[in-house]
Every structure is written in C-alpha cells, then in structure tokens.
C-alpha cells in the first residue's frame, strides 16, 4: 500500500513509522525534510509541500497526524491560531487534493481529540454525546469537518478523537515522570476529573485496523475502555514507580501558571470507544495498570 502520512515525526508518527515501513511504501509531508531523514531515516520520500502534486491519486491511503501540540503552552491568543491552523489548513489541503483526482486514496484516517467533548463530568461519552462549547470542541469539530469534505464513493474518512496517549518515547507521560520519580506526584485539582488515556501500541494497533477494515468510517473515539479519574491515574503511576503519593496542585495554581489552557487538566471526559469495540477492534492494554507496567518498563526508543 502507499500511504501518505503527515506527522510523521511526531510522537504517535514515528511509533506508527516503525509499523508501516516493512510492509508499505511511506511517504511523509513535513515542512522539513531533513528532520524526516534524521529521525527516519534517507529511505523515506520526503515532501515539503503539496505544491507540486497535482491530486492523491498514487496514494492509497492518507493518515494526518499533524498538529502544533495542544497542551503544551499557554493559550495566547496567538497560541490558539498556531493550534487551529496547524490542524486545519493542513487537513484543508489534503482535502482538496484528494478531490481534485480521479482515483483518490481509499481512505483518509484524520487525528482529532477527546477535547472535541469539551468538559462531560462524569458521564459515559460515546461518539454521539453531545459536546460542551469551548475552545478544545472548537479546534476539533472544525478539524473533523474538513476531514469530511473527503467522504465520497471512492473515499472513506475515518476520524479519531485521541485521549492522552501513553508512551515511553514522550507525550503527557513524559512530562509527568520527572516530578514522579522524586516522589513529588500528585493530584491535579479535585483530581475527580476523568483522563481517558490509551497506550500507543493500541494507537498504531487502531491505525492499522482502520486501514484494513473498508466498512469502518466516520468518527471513533481512540481512548482505553477504562477511563479513570485523575486523582486514580495519580495513584496508579506513583504506585508503578514505588514512589509515595501525597502532593496536589491546586486548581488555582494551574489556572495562575497556564491560564485558560488550564481546564483542559482540570476537567475531563469520561470517553468510551464504543464504535471501535463495535467493530470488533480489541486493545493490548486495556486496563491502566498493565498499559503503565509495560510502558515505564519500556526501553525509550
């Protein structure tokens, strides 16, 4: 299969890299090459632009992982057009030139997020809850909806609406670890909120699936079917790390450092992957424990 991957450096990007390559010709969008060759290797096609394409029609599928990171500064107004523009004008793009052929790609697999829920308390989210206004919903309802433009006969979309991903290679873990491993981990707020997470094995394991299964489209919530308050989460990490679990930071303290960006830690979804698990998709880590077992115990890569 030739694929057309976008984010191909990131996080879920380059573990999903490693999955694709022995079986399928990658090639990866980026505005720096260079950087695809460094972590990826000279083998790979590396395209800056879609410019000089004139449709897909090579392409048997395209996945679009890319996006400027969501929770990784405060939301400056100037922060929150870099976090929609990264997501939109690229998907916008692929949109076009996927329309603009006469045998597009079989299927576009577009990243969202569980943010496009918005804060949901403590009740059980499938695909069809209706979603909280807020900024998170915003960025992710857009995204989507441009995706969809792609949906036609020859053309299945597929939108997956991530949670925190759980990795030794990076993500929200890996800025977590630090302040766990001197014993310093805690609680977030009430710690009530809910944090629906998934391994990144079952990240790429959900990719594969969606590249495969032709009856799967539309939306898919990509979240572990065991989502757990933060103040549990917490728990289960210092545990794993024989670590002790007394610190909390106060609500307040978040909103003082991170501002609006702040609620996103502070309120939460509780999200179940009902459409995946209707399609017969099963998770390696289903259960928090054993995806954190295997992931503290992972060799970084």
């Not at 916008?92 to 576009?108: D, T, W």
């Not at 079952?202 to 590249?211: A, E, W």
């Amino acid at each position: 299969m030739k694929i057309l991957l976008t984010g191909g450096t990131g996080f879920v990007g380059s573990r999903l890299m490693s999955h694709l390559r022995p079986h399928h010709q990658v090639s990866v969008l980026s505005r720096s090459p260079n950087k695809v060759y460094q972590r990826l290797g000279h083998d790979i096609e590396a395209l800056s632009s879609l410019d000089d394409l004139p449709d897909l029609d090579r392409f048997d599928a395209v996945i679009n992982l890319a996006g400027e990171p969501i929770a990784d500064k405060r939301w400056s107004p100037a922060q929150k057009e870099r976090i929609c523009q990264s997501r939109w004008q690229i998907t916008e793009q692929l949109v076009e030139k996927l329309r603009a052929g006469s045998n597009p790609p079989g299927v576009l697999i577009s990243g969202s997020a569980v943010g496009f829920y918005g804060r949901q308390g403590d009740t059980l989210v499938d695909e069809d809850t209706h979603p909280h206004p807020e900024f998170s919903h915003d960025v992710c309802a857009r995204w989507e909806e441009l995706a969809r433009r792609a949906d036609t006969e020859q053309t299945r979309v597929c939108c997956i609406r991530l949670g925190v991903v759980l990795g030794a290679e990076g993500g929200a873990l890996a800025k977590m670890l630090p302040s766990y491993r001197f014993g310093m981990g805690g609680p977030i707020g009430s710690g009530k909120q809910y944090m629906s997470w998934i391994h990144i094995e079952d990240v790429v394991n959900l990719i594969l699936f969606l590249l495969e299964h032709e009856e799967c489209s539309g939306a898919f919530n990509a979240t572990a079917p065991e989502p757990v308050t933060n103040a549990q989460f917490s728990k289960s990490l210092a545990a794993n790390l024989s670590k002790p679990h007394f610190a909390r930071i106060p609500a307040w303290a978040m909103k003082l450092l991170f501002g609006e960006m702040a609620d996103l830690l502070l309120t939460g979804q509780r999200v179940m992957p009902v459409r995946l698990q209707q399609a017969g998709f099963h998770f390696r880590y289903p259960t928090l424990d054993k995806a954190l077992k295997e992931t503290l115990s992972a060799p970084r890569r």
